[in-house]
């Protein structure tokens, strides 16, 4: 079994290659009828185009690379829906590559997509490394980096504070009288590093003290998690008054603790997630937490590359906060 190729399209249609070519290349450019023996030929061999060798013919790929640290949490498919939505509508394919939290993997995959000369790169993220941040602003092409604010912007920065919402969070439970509160975490990225941040200056901005911060060997947030890190939080003594966890999927495990062990929420302990996501308003209790804007970050994100594709925008340096918002519910007795 041979490759079909453009050669092979170009004798059953009865063209020239270059008339096949420009055919699927810029359809308007040939006669609906010449269009249709040539569409009919494709569909007849099953011809799919050499990406590859249309690149190199080409300047432009018409591919974007995204780079996400985890395709397991949900956040992030938000983020890849509002990407594709917008990019994939305007002619471009996303490329997504998985860092799995790591710095080392996140250089790899940048070199790995500027070596398929993508036309923009999206990363979720400020922090990297040495290296990684010298090959961005070397590669003169659009870098947007998202999630977080960077004090010092390769190029376009579109997130928020985690280190204010951290405070915010903890603020809250503190105004609603609570004075023993726990942070819960797992994998403690620069993310959840930054909320932990906050929620610890927040309590020392009320004179009280830090509980432990509760954070295994790394693993991604679930559920499951969250139900683990709280039975070890009650293991070690005295049950805090509330807890603060760093996403959604951690609190709700923990309040499914709380379930099987009769402990009452929010009658003994609060509990204030983060994200947001779709289950906490209708989760029983429903569950306090802070609005991540993860579909509109990856709209704007795509939009402001398809401006830099497009018209030539320039915005090096520039930065858009898209801040949050603190949903109190039942969680945290409102």
């Not at 040539?38 to 690379?65: C, Q, W």
């Not at 397991?72 to 305007?90: G, K, Q, R, T």
């Not at 960077?150 to 405070?167: F, K, R």
Request: negative net charge; hydrophobic residues 45%; charged residues 20%.
């Amino acid at each position: 079994m041979r490759r079909i190729t453009l050669d092979d399209v170009a004798n059953l249609a009865g063209v020239s290659p270059i008339t096949v070519s420009r055919a699927l290349r810029k359809p308007n450019a040939v006669s609906p009828a010449l269009r249709l023996r040539v569409d009919a030929a494709v569909k007849e061999l099953g011809y799919i185009p050499n990406i590859a060798a249309s690149r190199l013919a080409s300047s432009r790929t018409h591919a974007i690379g995204v780079i996400v640290p985890t395709l397991y949490n949900v956040i992030f498919a938000e983020y890849l829906f509002a990407l594709h939505d917008v990019l994939v509508a305007a002619g471009f394919q996303l490329i997504v590559v998985n860092s799995r939290y790591s710095e080392i993997e996140e250089e790899n995959a940048i070199k790995a997509l500027l070596g398929q000369r993508v036309e923009a790169i999206i990363i979720t993220g400020t922090h990297h490394t040495l290296l990684s941040r010298q090959l961005l602003a070397q590669a003169h092409l659009p870098v947007v980096e998202t999630f977080e604010l960077s004090a010092d912007p390769i190029d376009l920065n579109i997130g928020m504070s985690q280190e204010q919402a951290g405070q915010t969070a903890a603020r809250h439970l503190i105004e609603r009288g609570f004075r023993r509160i726990a942070f819960l975490t797992g994998n403690l990225d620069h993310r959840a590093q930054s909320r932990f941040d906050g929620y610890r200056l927040a309590m020392q901005q009320a004179d009280l003290p830090s509980l432990q911060i509760i954070a295994e060997k790394p693993r991604h947030s679930s559920v499951a998690l969250g139900s683990d890190l709280f039975a070890i939080t009650c293991d070690h003594g005295e049950i805090p008054e509330a807890i603060f966890c760093t996403d959604d999927n951690l609190a709700l495990g923990a309040m499914q603790e709380c379930r099987k062990r009769g402990i009452r929420v929010p009658d003994d302990i609060a509990i204030m997630g983060f994200h947001d996501l779709e289950f906490a308003a209708c989760a029983a209790p429903s569950l306090s937490s802070v609005v991540t804007r993860r579909f509109e970050t990856g709209k704007l994100a795509a939009e402001k590359v398809l401006a830099a594709l497009t018209s030539s925008a320039v915005f090096k340096g520039e930065q858009i906060d898209l801040g949050y918002a603190l949903i109190p519910r039942e969680s945290t007795a409102i």
